[in-house]
């Protein structure tokens, strides 16, 4: 599974944007998909995920309620919903991708065998 990471950008506080992750490879469908973000001199932490068999959703706190996942298998992609951005939010993007058919650890990097390259999302106060 290949992934390509984009829509970040530049947006003021309270602003939207839109992350998208395409995958290639037919096993897309059948692969927990996750974001993660890493922010200058912070570790990388999650950010949300979404599962391949029910499309069941997960979310970290400082996110929940603001940001949305979903996934549309047909066009092998992932989308990350960002509402109501705060400074706090600016980071680097990384879209990950599950070994397909494996349910498990959706909220822990070192999980997904497959990564994207990142998209920079800065927020201005």
């Known amino acids: 599974v290949q992934l390509q990471a984009s829509g970040g950008g530049l947006v003021e506080a309270g602003g939207s944007l839109r992350l998208s992750c395409a995958a290639s490879?037919?096993?897309?469908?059948?692969?927990?998909i996750a974001w993660f973000r890493q922010a200058p001199g912070k570790e990388r932490e999650f950010v949300a995920a979404i599962s391949w068999s029910d499309s069941s959703t997960y979310y970290a706190d400082s996110v929940k309620g603001r940001f949305t996942i979903s996934r549309d298998n047909a066009k092998n992609t992932v989308y990350l919903q960002l509402n109501s951005l705060k400074p706090e939010d600016t980071a680097v993007y990384y879209c990950?991708?599950?070994?397909?058919?494996?349910?498990?650890?959706?909220?822990?990097?070192?999980?997904?065998?497959?990564r994207g390259q990142g998209t920079q999302v800065t927020v201005s106060s």
């Open positions: 490879g037919r096993a897309f469908s059948r692969s927990a």
């Open positions: 990950t991708a599950g070994r397909p058919g494996y349910s498990g650890s959706y909220t822990t990097w070192g999980w997904y065998p497959y």
